[in-house]
């Protein structure tokens, strides 16, 4: 019964923290969005504030991130966020090593593996915080479409493929 109490509980601190955010920035949000040729619903932009939640450890990144995502899902480019392919395989991030990441990049029978699918996975891959949330609606936009964290955990932009593929050789060896 205690669980039970804890859980709805937990579940109306997000319904209060997401319906201010929401409330708040609705109108900021929306109007950003017009030059592109998407639009979130709650859950959808739930669900991809749960893969920038899990893919940026850095609150001040990840706004950025949040415009690659959001410019990549207006332009009908897979996300390709390594996260969701290996939330999927139902292996932690930790364990999910590039080894792994190769051998499952184009199994298009995991809806969760955002490098074959063209928009969001099915359900959020994780719980997400209001930092996030915030990052999500208040989206950087920059000129970069691509980004990767090298083995120390610091992240490298790219504008290009080319430049990201460069980046992923400097990087990832």
């Given at each position: 019964?205690?669980?039970?109490?804890?859980?709805?509980?937990?579940?109306?601190?997000?319904?209060?923290?997401?319906?201010?955010?929401?409330?708040?920035?609705?109108?900021?949000?929306?109007?950003?969005?017009?030059?592109?040729?998407?639009?979130?619903?709650?859950?959808?932009?739930?669900?991809?504030?749960?893969?920038?939640?899990?893919?940026?450890?850095?609150?001040?990144?990840?706004?950025?991130?949040?415009?690659?995502?959001?410019?990549?899902?207006?332009?009908?480019?897979?996300?390709?966020?390594?996260?969701?392919?290996?939330?999927?395989?139902?292996?932690?991030?930790?364990?999910?090593?590039?080894?792994?990441?190769?051998?499952?990049?184009?199994?298009?029978?995991?809806?969760?593996?955002?490098?074959?699918?063209?928009?969001?996975?099915?359900?959020?891959?994780?719980?997400?915080?209001?930092?996030?949330?915030?990052?999500?609606?208040?989206?950087?936009?920059?000129?970069?479409?691509?980004?990767?964290?090298?083995?120390?955990?610091?992240?490298?932009?790219?504008?290009?493929?080319?430049?990201h593929e460069a980046n992923k050789a400097q990087?990832?060896?």
């Open positions: 019964e205690k669980k039970k109490e804890d859980f709805y509980d937990k579940m109306k601190r997000f319904d209060e923290k997401i319906y201010t955010l929401r409330t708040a920035k609705k109108e900021d949000f929306a109007a950003k969005l017009q030059p592109y040729t998407i639009s979130l619903s709650l859950p959808w932009a739930i669900t991809l504030a749960s893969i920038i939640q899990k893919e940026e450890r850095d609150d001040t990144e990840k706004p950025t991130i949040a415009w690659i995502f959001l410019n990549r899902l207006s332009e009908g480019i897979q996300l390709g966020a390594d996260i969701s392919l290996c939330y999927g395989r139902e292996q932690p991030y930790e364990t999910c090593t590039p080894a792994l990441i190769s051998q499952y990049v184009y199994d298009t029978t995991n809806s969760y593996n955002t490098r074959v699918q063209k928009w969001l996975p099915p359900t959020p891959i994780s719980n997400i915080t209001a930092e996030t949330f915030d990052a999500l609606l208040g989206f950087k936009n920059t000129e970069y479409l691509f980004y990767l964290h090298d083995a120390k955990g610091n992240i490298h932009y790219a504008k290009t493929n080319a430049e990087y990832l060896q």
